[in-house]
């Protein structure tokens, strides 16, 4: 009867550590095409050969506020409230994976949240959910593309605190560029992806790359996935002072883009798109350094297990 109602509580814990992610709306495809995947077989299908004419596949992807841009700094408004760079800890039984992507190297996992403030100055909560790689960078600064550029794309929630309905856009995404220099040592979290007996990371800390980071200077706009569907709802973070990656692990991005078919130049960065009019921000992120603050969601379920265990304990004193 204990040993039922224990796993009842561990159950019970799974089911409210889901999160519940705030979904992206519906792509929409041009009459004829149905769907759209990455190929070069079906005229339906994209790739880097035909970028500028993801537009003919799905509508979206000629919409006016489409993503990566050319940031130029000169034009940027100051913005008066900061996003703050502060990842929890990951917790010891989470893992990242390599996702099987054919046109990126990427890594997904659950972590924890940033909050961050959309354009009307309202701040949500958005976890990390998965970070890739693009090279060279997708975003220009001043017209200057770097080496390579990392998103960490991060999803909003709908829980006690905030409603997906509120929120218009459902993703922040982090860029950050990096340069080649003679003098980098290899990022550790770069390397199982190139290592094929190992397909997990356990040690990366979210935080590495901004601890790193000496200027945390940002780019801040109202954007687009720089894939098909082409979403327009990602709350865009590029930060423009480039980390240093080693000439060998940038190398191995590049050859791993290796297929003339569909990586033209051996790049898989979109094009960068009309700024239509759209504010540019700029300011300067805070980093907290790592803490070691609760998940929201573990409160609620600890509340409920301390509530089913103090049950227990009642029944055995019965
Ligand atoms: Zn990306």
């Known amino acids: 009867m204990i040993l039922a109602l224990i796993l009842l509580i561990c159950a019970f814990d799974s089911v ?16 004829g095409v149905k769907n759209s995947t990455w190929g070069d077989t079906d005229p339906s299908d994209w790739n880097y050969l035909n970028s ?39 917790s010891s039984t989470k893992n990242y994976f390599e996702a099987q992507r054919d046109y990126t190297k990427e890594l997904e996992g659950e972590y924890d949240f940033i909050t961050a403030y959309d354009l ?3 701040q949500y909560k958005y976890y990390a959910r998965q970070f890739h790689i693009h090279t060279p960078s997708e975003h220009q600064v001043d017209g200057k593309n770097f080496d390579l550029e990392v998103h960490f794309v991060h ?4 829980d006690g605190e905030q409603s997906c309905n509120d929120i218009r856009n459902k993703l922040t995404v982090f860029g950050l560029l990096f340069q080649q220099s003679n003098t980098a040592s290899d990022y550790e979290v770069f390397k199982p992806w190139f290592d ?5 990371v356990t040690s990366f800390d979210m935080n590495d790359f901004f601890q790193k980071m000496t200027d945390k200077t940002y780019y801040h706009y109202t954007g687009s996935l720089t894939t098909i569907p082409c979403s327009q709802t990602v709350n865009w973070y ?18 791993f883009l290796d297929n003339d078919d569909f990586f033209p130049n051996k790049a ?11 504010t540019l921000y700029k300011g300067t992120a805070s980093f907290n350094g790592v803490t070691s603050l609760p998940v929201i969601e573990a409160s609620w379920s600890s509340i409920i297990q301390m509530a089913l265990l103090l049950l227990v304990q009642l029944m055995i004193t019965i």
Not at 155 to 158: I, K, L, R, T
């Open 155 to 158: 999803q909003a929630v709908e």
């Open 268 to 278: 898989n960065n979109r094009p960068v798109q009309n700024l239509n009019g759209r």
């Open 238 to 255: 590029v930060f423009t002072s480039p980390l240093p990656i080693s000439k060998s692990q940038f190398k191995q991005f590049q050859d």
């Open 52 to 90: 500028n004419d993801w537009k003919s596949k799905v509508v979206t992807c000629g919409a006016s506020f489409q993503s990566p841009i050319n940031i130029i700094t000169t034009a940027a408004t100051k913005e008066s409230t900061f996003p703050a760079i502060n990842y929890i800890l990951k």
């Open 120 to 122: 009307s100055n309202s």
């Open 196 to 200: 094929d007996t190992v397909n997990r």
């Open 16 to 31: 409210l550590a889901q999160r519940t992610y705030c979904q992206l709306p519906d792509p929409i495809f041009n009459d």
